[in-house]
């Protein structure tokens, strides 16, 4: 199974149709901060699996701000923006409740800042920002394979 993972694409409709629409996944989450544009994409496109969180910047939202998933048998998705994590500053808040939740794929977004990393059995991964990556990288999105024989992460340049 393929997952794409966006985040905060802040309006910009051109970023987040090329991350959403010129890859194919089985599954595609955004991280917040984009529903909006995000709004239009799932109009356009009704059977794509497409699940979101609210981020800090998605104003008078109704979605919920985490989102528990289990994609197969083995696996378990936490998602969540970021901000309610102090993110900007540590993971360790993150982590601590994705392991309360029995997760192990962490998604989180608000920093625009790519992050990929394995830590005590726990893929623990942040895809940058489609619009506007605040770490000299170019905008970016990331790749979840979930293989029989394991996970692969990649951090992917749109």
Do not use: W
Request: charged share 25%; hydrophobic share 35%.
């Amino acid at each position: 199974m393929k997952i794409i993972v966006v985040s905060d694409s802040h309006g910009n409709l051109r970023a987040l149709s090329k991350a959403l629409c010129d890859y194919h996944a089985d599954l595609y989450i955004h991280l917040g901060d984009g529903e909006r544009e995000l709004d239009t994409i799932c109009r356009q496109y009704p059977d794509k699996q497409i699940y979101h969180v609210c981020g800090n910047c998605d104003y008078a939202s109704l979605s919920e701000e985490e989102l528990l998933l289990s994609p197969d048998d083995k696996n378990v998705i936490f998602a969540v923006h970021g901000h309610r994590y102090n993110v900007r500053y540590t993971l360790e808040q993150l982590k601590e409740a994705a392991g309360r939740k029995g997760a192990n794929i962490v998604l989180y977004g608000h920093t625009h800042a790519r992050h990929n990393e394995y830590d005590n059995g726990m893929y623990i991964i942040n895809p940058g920002s489609v619009s506007a990556p605040r770490d000299g990288n170019r905008p970016s999105f990331a790749v979840i394979e979930l293989l029989p024989k394991g996970i692969i992460t990649n951090i992917v340049d749109l």
